[in-house]
């Protein structure tokens, strides 16, 4: 993000874990199973996308015509690391609210081209750094519009704003959240509003990727919504606040859809260190760059038959033991990379998977929807990108 270093692009090990661990506690489970209780910050904003869903559906219902999930996705996943980390929901959901129906339905995320620029940008990520910087100065100067510069201009001073407003309060009264933590560890206030920006991105477009995937895959499957609604069903008629591990179908649903939703399938990379590596009977130098390829383990037949299909069922086949652990399939999903530079947001990722696919298959949204496509393609770079940005759907 410009000269600022971020958890992300550090490769000083003190450097990133400094922020990294400063920020570790925003991601407990404790914490986010308390946003997503009712008036939570999680619960909120799931609650307000499926009355959006709802209304959407009907105006498309009536007028014959087609929803963009994945816009409406990526609404609310900015809203909720804004609202869960910063304390704030930037409002993507809450924009265009005063449209008429029809604008709405076809209306743009705005801060989309500030996701699309940093998404763009990681298409060169792979090649050798020096051919990156260079890839990369010639893509900013080619690719910048104005819309492109109003967005970062726009997220720049909502990061801006929020640690302002932190740092006007006495530190011991502050109200915990990503940029008080970070201001906490010595950070400076310029950094911080720059490491806010890289989060909102980290987690507003994978996970919106990763939703609208499953969403897409639970229209085309219409019999995976019915069970899965089932199940939820029969939940709500047992104890409150039922386990995870007693909905199985719903935690193979979200499995499965990280295992085929593409939001990083080119490799992660690593270094091999000082001693070198020896992997089968193979020795890797130090020094050597090896990565493994989401993409490429994910879709492995010999793990997952019929490797494209989306088939909630393979989680559970062998018996719901072990809270649906299948070790040799688990060693093959790297949906959030692995070791000590995996992703730190994955807790509130999959908290807002878990939340938003039970609400919407509760509320009934997505019975009788087709998608208008037969399947999602990518263009497969370190972020992949919808070919698009769109995944529409209709309701015949
Ligand atoms: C389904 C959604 C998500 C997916 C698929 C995803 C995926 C990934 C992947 C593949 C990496 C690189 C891991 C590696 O190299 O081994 C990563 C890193 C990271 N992610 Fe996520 N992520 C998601 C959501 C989030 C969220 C919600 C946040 C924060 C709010 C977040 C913050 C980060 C950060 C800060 C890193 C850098 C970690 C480091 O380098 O030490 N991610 N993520």
């Known amino acids: 993000m410009g000269p600022v270093t971020t958890i992300f692009s550090s490769l000083d090990t003190d450097y990133r874990d400094l922020r990294a661990k400063a920020v570790a506690p925003l991601f407990s489970t404790a914490r986010l199973r308390n946003a997503s209780l009712h008036g939570g910050v999680i619960q909120e904003c799931v609650s307000e996308f499926v009355t959006q869903l709802a209304s959407l559906k009907a105006d498309c219902k009536t007028n014959h015509a087609k929803l963009d999930i994945l816009d ?22 809450a924009e265009h609210q005063q449209l008429p129906m029809e604008k709405r339905r076809n209306a743009k995320l705005s801060i989309n081209p500030f996701i699309f620029a940093i998404v763009g940008f990681s298409r060169f990520s792979l090649l050798p750094n020096w051919l990156f910087k260079f890839m990369y100065s010639l893509y900013s100067r080619f690719s910048f519009s104005e819309e492109v510069g109003r967005c970062f201009v726009s997220m720049d001073s909502f990061a801006r704003r929020l640690v302002s407003q932190t740092l006007e309060v006495d530190p011991a009264k502050r109200q915990d959240s990503y940029q008080t933590r970070l201001l906490a560890a010595g950070i400076t206030p310029a950094e911080t509003e720059v490491q806010c920006q890289a989060v909102v991105f980290a987690g507003s477009d994978s996970t919106a ?21 089932e199940e939820l069903q029969a939940a709500e008629t047992e104890d409150e606040g039922v386990a995870l591990q007693e909905q199985p ?24 260190p000082s001693k070198g590596m020896l992997v089968g009977d193979v020795y890797i130098p130090p020094g050597t760059i090896v990565g493994v390829a989401p993409y490429i383990v994910h879709h492995d037949p010999a793990v997952f038959p019929d490797p494209f299909a989306f088939r909630p069922e393979r989680w559970l ?16 999903l790297l949906m959030f990379g692995a070791g000590l530079r995996a992703c730190i947001g994955r807790n ?49």
């Open 72 to 93: 409406q996705c990526a609404r609310l996943s900015l809203d909720v690391v804004t609202g869960y980390l910063l304390n704030e929901p930037y409002g993507g959901l």
């Open 249 to 272: 179908y719903l935690l193979a649903v979200i499995k499965e859809g990280l295992r085929v939703g593409m939001a990083n399938p080119t490799r992660m990379t690593r270094v091999v």
């Open 317 to 332: 086949e062998g018996g719901r033991d072990n809270g649906l652990k299948r070790p040799n399939m688990d060693r093959s």
């Open 209 to 229: 990727v990763k939703l609208a995937t499953i969403l897409f895959h639970l229209v085309q499957n219409q019999d995976c919504l019915r069970r899965l609604k």
């Open 348 to 396: 509130l990722a999959q908290k807002q998977l878990t939340e938003t696919i039970k609400a919407v298959v509760k509320s009934s949204v997505l019975e009788g929807a087709r998608t208008c496509q037969k399947r999602i393609e990518l263009v497969e770079w370190f972020n992949a990108e919808i070919k698009g940005h769109t995944l529409d759907i209709e309701w015949p």
